[in-house]
Nanobody, 125 residues
């Protein structure tokens, strides 16, 4: 059974950091493009970052560029999202997802096949 499990969310003050993890079971993550998405209350799910399976190319939403970094550890079958300089507007449920079709990642949620259950990130003083 293919499964993604996110962890690492929590409550952090503005300016703080968190590292989210997306661990896969039942399949090998490095064969898939992986995306991180977030959804705040009352808002649509939006792409945050993604990493391609073909060459590791990464993409970031403009709102997180320079603050977030996506990476993968193939030995641990895990993808990470390092989030620095967090802002209150980063508060959301964060999801990772895997795309079994495309080698180059995209930031469109509808293109992803497998989703984790999400982890809450709250940025507040």
């Amino acid at each position: 059974q293919l499964q993604l499990v996110e962890s690492g969310g929590g409550l952090v003050q503005p300016g703080g950091s968190l590292r989210l993890s997306c661990a896969a079971s039942g399949f090998t993550l490095d064969y898939y493009a992986i995306g991180w998405f977030r959804q705040a209350p009352g808002k649509e799910r939006e792409g945050v970052s993604c990493i391609s399976s073909s060459d590791g190319t990464t993409y970031y939403a403009d709102s997180v560029k320079g603050r977030f970094t996506i990476s993968r550890d193939n030995a641990k079958n895990t993808v990470y999202l390092q989030m620095n300089s967090l802002k209150p507007e980063d508060t959301a449920v964060y999801y990772c997802a895997a795309d079994s079709v495309r080698a180059m990642c995209v930031m469109t949620p509808d293109e992803y096949d497998y989703w984790g259950q999400g982890t809450q990130v709250t940025v507040s003083s």
